[in-house]
């Protein structure tokens, strides 16, 4: 079974982000990027569906600018196979993505497609439904177990109640939560070893995918800044703050 696996390059999850003076966007220039972290889940648990002898070979995707490459020589490090980078300066909204990968999917043929749940940068959690729905495909989002077998995947989802289960057929599209696995990290010897390994790079209009932006950004603010705090001598000075100032926040 082949696995197709969509890897973001986005700020790293450690880097306080900034907005852009002009409030267009948040500032990327001299900024750490790595992997979306749940891209980095999606990698991991296609390379363990590898050493359980259940996939045959793990195909890594990403579109975007030409730096992408550093996400998707990370992912083959970690033990993908082979990467494809979709190479364009344009802004990527979910929907241009969703078709891009629908486009590999076709040239491909895997018979299972894992995203992460959401990109940390954009947070839509758009992509791998909008694919699923472009290539009339089941989909089993919000995974935190995913066991296949017979044609089948059983996918454990998080869901506000609990854990939920389902079984879906073969070809899905699976998107990871947090929860799933936790990633490995990557070794010296495995990135030296993922230089030799192939990489295609391919242009939107090369896969008749039209990636203009259909939504424009209006405005991106920084969240307002949080109040000190204020210290209280005793528990009596306490109370009468709770009293007196608490309010209730609905
Ligand atoms: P989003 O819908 O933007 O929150 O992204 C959900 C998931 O879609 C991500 O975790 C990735 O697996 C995938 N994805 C989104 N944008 C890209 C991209 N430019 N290249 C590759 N995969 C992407």
Redesign the pocket.
Known sequence: MKIL?????VVDFNVKVRVRADGSGVETANVKMSM?P??EI?VEESIRLKEAGIATEIVV????VQA?QETLRTALALGADRAIL?ETEVE???LA??K??RAIVQKESPQLV??????????????????AALLGWSQGTFASKVKISDRKAEVTREVDGGLETISITMPAVV??DLRLNEPRYVTLPNIMKAKKKHMEVLKPDALGVDVTPRLKTLKVEEPPKRKAGARVHDARALVAKLRNEAKVIA
């Open positions: 696996v969509a890897v973001k390059r979306n749940f891209d999606a995707v990403s579109c975007g992408c979709v990527l909204q979910p993505v969703a891009l990968l894992i995203l992460g749940k959401q990109a940390i940068d954009d947070d839509c959690n758009q992509t791998g439904q909008m694919l998107t990871t």
